[in-house]
Nanobody, 123 residues
């Protein structure tokens, strides 16, 4: 059982930045590909970004490309999401996820979810 705990969410003005962190425990972190999803009010949970086991390859949804950066530190069992140039439409609950089976460029199916952290971007 992998436990994921997100932090770093908050309220920020449009154009600002936030850095989300996700601390993992309960498994061998380097054996899991990681990803961030988000859920805006009244909408489905959507994929945002993923990173492979070693942190060498990443993938992003189109709206995140050029603004968000996913990274991981396997020594600290932590994955990050640096979000720059934030827009009001980025407002959502952001979830950290982990999966054992994944290849960059394919669809990501989470095995584990964190509890989420709220990101609110004001206009």
């Amino acid at each position: 059982q992998v436990i994921l705990v997100e932090s770093g969410g908050g309220l920020v003005q449009a154009g600002g930045s936030l850095r989300l962190s996700c601390a993992a425990s309960g498994g061998t972190f380097s054996r899991y590909a990681m990803a961030w999803f988000r859920q805006a009010p009244g909408k489905d949970r959507d994929f945002v970004a993923s990173i492979d086991f070693g942190g060498t390859s990443t993938d992003y949804t189109d709206s995140a490309k050029g603004r968000f950066t996913i990274s991981r530190d396997n020594a600290k069992n932590t994955v990050y999401l640096q979000m720059n140039s934030l827009k009001p439409e980025d407002t959502a609950i952001y979830y950290c996820t982990a999966t054992r089976l994944y290849s960059i460029g394919t669809r990501y199916y989470p095995d584990y979810w964190g509890q989420g952290t709220q990101v609110t971007v004001s206009a």
